[in-house]
């Protein structure tokens, strides 16, 4: 059987050849029309011809008629428009059926996010509710000012458990300096009675957790994560940073406020040499001391591991590696960086004897007597480079100390 499919395609060819040429020529003749025109009618001759050979005649008859005045301009825009206008019409049925589609899964998103977002925000007004009230008490108490409502916002914010250790470490610091403050006014020149705490004394002790604990929300978001180097690096790094910052504080205030003035208590040796010093002496350690610091931090560690454990749920817990060692983390933190402290305050900080008030000194005198140090930090710069060389390295040792344990 002979196919004439390429026959009737090749004719086709030649009858809207033939038909574009008769346009041109006859558009092209005529001296008063417009070139435009004769081009126009040889696109929507040729273009007619070859789609539909019942539309070859008509094509003409348009061709010649489009030649003879701009009309082929409106018809090719109808045409044209009409084809966009179907097309058109096709893709806005299509974006309804879509937008309809996503405005249904957005709406869903939307309420899901309204329903966490309520909870959230209950959460986080029960937090400010209680940096607030805190920082009320603080204030009453005379130990914390503004810059402790606002170091424990960025902390409460970013996670429950940084609140907590701060909290502890605050509450238990201005009990710490209470205790037996007649006895360190004795030998302590810069000591305040009532255990009040300016706002440099705060920033220098909280400001260092409150940075990671932003570089914690930053990038992890607001909320509690376990400890999980393995699979969530970032967030444990800095959850652990914050952890060391904090526990750093505490325990250098426990050896410097409890130490010195427990009855067991021995005469402190320098941390450099290891000579006998005057009790209050900047750098100056004993055992009863470094005892003192590991319990501050162990509290601090106590703290954060016991609101973790309550905050997360047991199923969650299940899939994530004992978090137990966060307490003793702590405990080492908080000698870590009361060593750091006791280095830093011995190296850089001065230290003198007043032979006159029988007192400690940081600054040079008449009747000062130079035990140690020079005069190249005070002792809230000491306190904040001590909080962060602890911070920086307690992630270091809480990642060797979870291989090693686990």
């Known amino acids: 059987m002979i196919d ?157 458990c940084f609140f907590t250790s701060l909290l502890t470490f605050f509450l238990l610091a201005s009990k710490a300096t209470k205790y037996k403050s007649l006895m360190k006014k004795k030998f302590e020149e810069d000591f305040k009675e009532g255990g009040q705490r300016n706002w440099v004394q705060v920033i220098c002790n909280g400001g260092i957790a409150s940075m990671f604990a932003m570089i914690y929300m930053l990038d992890n978001g607001a909320g509690e994560m376990p400890v999980d180097f393995s699979k969530e690096y970032t967030p444990s790094f800095f959850s652990m940073a914050v952890l060391g910052a904090l526990a750093c504080s505490c ?52 703290a954060y591991y016991l609101t973790l454990i309550f905050s997360l749920s047991d199923v969650y817990l299940q899939k994530c590696p004992p978090q137990w060692p966060i307490i003793l983390l702590g405990a080492i933190a908080g000698v870590l960086g009361s060593t750091i402290d006791s280095y830093l305050g011995a190296v850089f900080q001065y230290s003198g004897y007043n032979r006159v008030t029988h007192k400690i000194v940081e600054t040079e005198g008449k009747d000062v007597e130079h035990i140690c140090g020079c005069a190249l930090l005070d002792n809230h710069s000491v306190n904040l480079l001590s909080s962060l060389f602890c911070g920086l390295l307690t992630p270091k040792v809480a990642f060797y100390l979870w291989w090693l344990l686990l």
């Not at 007619?48 to 010649?64: A, R």
């Not at 405005?103 to 959230?120: K, P, Y």
Request: glycine residues 10%; charged residues 10%; contains cysteine.
């Open 251 to 302: 325990g250098d205030t426990f050896a410097s406020e409890l130490g010195t003035v427990f009855k067991y208590n021995t005469q402190p040796r320098l941390i450099t040499t290891f000579r006998k010093v005057p009790t209050g002496t900047n750098g100056g350690i004993s055992l009863v001391g470094t005892f003192c610091s590991l319990i501050g931090g162990l509290v601090v560690g106590m």
């Open 4 to 160: 004439y499919s390429t026959y009737i395609a090749a004719w086709r060819w030649l009858v809207a050849i033939f038909a574009s040429l008769l346009l041109a020529w006859y558009g092209l003749r005529k001296k008063s029309l417009d070139k435009s025109g004769a081009v126009a009618g040889i696109v929507v001759g040729f273009l007619l011809t070859i789609s539909n050979l019942c539309l070859e005649i008509s094509g003409i008859v348009v061709g010649f008629l489009l030649s003879i005045s701009y009309l082929c301009l409106v018809i090719s825009d109808i045409v044209v428009g009409f084809l966009l206008t179907i097309s058109n019409m096709c893709l806005v049925i299509s974006g309804i059926v879509v937008g309809f589609q996503l405005t249904i899964s957005n709406l869903c998103l939307e309420v899901s996010d309204i329903v966490v977002g309520f909870l959230l925000s209950i959460s986080n007004m029960c937090l400010v509710i209680s940096d607030i009230a805190v920082g009320f008490l603080d204030y009453s108490n005379m130990c914390l000012v503004i810059s402790g409502i606002v170091v424990g916002f960025l902390l409460t914010i970013s996670n429950l």
